[in-house]
């Protein structure tokens, strides 16, 4: 239980801001930046963990987003289940890209190229498509109760948004320390000595696949109930698909706490931006292509690998000294 | 009379017009080690590749423990025991010694903590003790030989491959690395190995069998091929056999 | 509906289409051919290039035609200095972090582009753009015509380089072997940015010939890149023939396409076809394999 530790710090430290402040502008910046990790803990174990690069993401987000949002709006669905129906949902559309993708054996580049074309599909899609309401969007109507899984204070929703943020690490964590983990790390190291070991290569990315597209599809789901408003370009939008990459990345790819750092930096960096150039559309966003092609060529390993430089070798997550312990 | 554990019958493959393996058939008993030797380009590692999943043949079969696994992928054969070293060491460089090993150890063990204790165990046995939290690609070419040995052997082969094991490595470290694939014969473990060193078949291999544009020309133990006329014209050309004899007629 | 006055002029205009569609794909599967990597940058590039022979009309007056003479070498060099400084250094060699490096790129180029010029769309008027040539029963519109004709001289220009010069020898050298090509001199290094170079100079000549009858935003590259990945993966990654037969068959598909079905069908059914030629065969009708 000691290999949870730090997860609970984590999560009770966090739980603390609420009753330190109670700025709406600080918590909802929070609120963004954990959606932002939630979405990335998502990417995180398919592209940190198990080396497969997806460049959109946002096909699982706009999944969950969408899904949830319907089964209120035209089926008068209790939000809550549709929370649990859109991760299926997202975990569902995650598993058959997958299975398209890792049967015709496309892998790098390729792999990026069409998960980004699954995307750009649904996003065209909803953006046509009546039961989305095409051009106009789909609204969810205001009804400030918990059993609608809407709130008059941020503070439970940013408790809500940690909450799912705790339970993607202790997956992750899991995962992390389990055969399964370990297989999906093989993935990414050597396709080849992998299989020679026994380890069913299309069954750990496919498997990897349906978590990520289902922690990413939380992400949507609660975007949903946050906002209560989506478009396709909201929903399916490569904003999304490039901070759910951008995050782990800038973090640390294949670390637990990566997108969590990740996540916090370039919010951070955004918000900063727009103080200084007064919110001109565009320039944070240079912000974060600056960041990523910087990270990639100076700090591979994100900023959780420069911090895990100088910590001992016993506590870094994930270690193979650390098992012992744990 | 004893099953072979593996029975090659008529495999072929053709790259293009090229037939790499041509109507290959051989025997591999158990519990002793066999190597594949013939020139450069003769289809060892293509025929490994066959055997071992990574590559389909066009003709013929693959028997194993009596069992036709022709065209099964790599990893169910590494779950029914074979297990097979890469020419070009493949090792997972991210990850250290133990957890490389660690892999192989997980195929029958779901536990973490159980492979990686494993792992240790296995790494000790093959003298990588003292190099089992350094990451992988620190080792040195013939760490990484030990390695890639250590990792099959984690999968507790049956039949185990070895594919040119002891490519760059100098007359010292194969000296090393020798009693090592030795003792691994004696724990039971039958080795079909592809080798150019041939002192290491010499001194290794029970059986020898002799691949040649795609096709066994020649076998027996390592002495009888070691004379034979034909094998010796595979390597050195056409005519190279009455050259030596001749030579060694006046020398 | 199937006569040849609708369908004769319906496949010209594909052709006339295609064939930028193929100039822009030329430079991708050239890229791709010897970096082996897939440019994610390449639609922030056209749409930085379109944005230049905007410029250079409406600011300096000059005919986009003749922009392309001064704004080819400049993107060439934009491009070389693009691979050479920052691409390859950051990639440290590894394929992923190549991709994740022109995705980097292509976000700062396109987000310069939006906080520079907003969003706004924006066009030029050519004084000829609207006169047609007679072909037969159809009328072609002459920047069209223009824009093929451009086209085929650069894919003879970019064959004569390949061919006949030593540079071009050192870069098919380095596509078919790089190691090889090293140990016998070859500046990799090099080479990769001239790669990258003459893939940035298509673009460039792809954007002076859309302009006259295309619109410009921040995002116009985008559309005309993803049919260029399609063209790429359907022609085969790193065949330059490939790309233009590629583009040219995409091009009269479109136009057959929108006759029969409509504009709005046009953008789902690429993507899909996209999709289908990357599950069913990456390596394309005359490329490499994935």
Known sequence: MKAYLPIAVAVALFAAVPFLTASNVVLNFLVMALLIALAGQGWNLLGGYGGQYSFGHAAFFGTGAYVTAILQVRYGVNAWLGLVIGVAAGALVGAAIGALSFRSGLKGSYFSLVTLAFAEVLRITASVAPITGAGVGTLIKLDLRPEAFQFQSRAPFYWIALGLVGASLIVVRAIERSRFGAYLVAVRENENAAKALGVDVFMVKLGAMTISAAITAAAGCFYAQYFLFLDAAIAYGPWISIDALLAPIVGGAGMLFGPLIGALVIKTLGEATKLVTGGAPGLDLVIYGVVLVAVVGLAPRGIAGLLSGWTPRQFRPGSSADQNHG | MVEALLRIENISKRFGGLRA???????????????????????????????????????????????????????????????????IVQPFAGLTVRENIAVGCHLSRRHRADALAAAGDIARAIDLGAQLERPAAALTVAGRKRLELARALAIGPKLLLLDEVLAGLNPSEIRDIVPAIRDIARRGVTILMVEHVMQAVMSLAAHVFVLAEGRIIAEGSPQQVAADRRVIEAYLGHGAASRMTAGAGHG | MLSPVILVPAVLNGLMTGAVYALIALGLTLIYGVLHIINFAHGALLTAAMFAAFFAYTLLGIDPYLAAVFLTPLFFLFGYALQRFIIGPAAHGEDRNFLLVTLGLAIVIENTLLYAFRGDTRTINLPYAFDTIEVGTAFLAVPRVIAFVAVIAVAVALWAIMQWTDTGKAIRAVAKEKLGAELSGIDVAHIYAVTFGLGTACVAVAACLLIPTYYVNPTAGDAFVLIAFTIVVLGGMGSIVGALIGGLFVGVVESLSSVFLGESLGQIGIFVMFIAMLLVRPSGLFGERA
């Open chain 2, 21 to 87: 393996v041509d109507e290959v058939s051989f025997d591999v008993m158990p519990g002793r080690i066999t190597a594949l030797i013939g020139p450069n380009g003769a289809g060892k590692t293509t025929l490994f590749s066959i055997v071992s999943g990574f590559l389909r043949p066009d003709d013929g079969r693959i028997i194993y423990g009596g069992i036709d696994v022709t065209g099964e992928p790599p990893h169910r054969l590494a779950r029914r025991g074979i297990a097979r070293t890469f020419q």
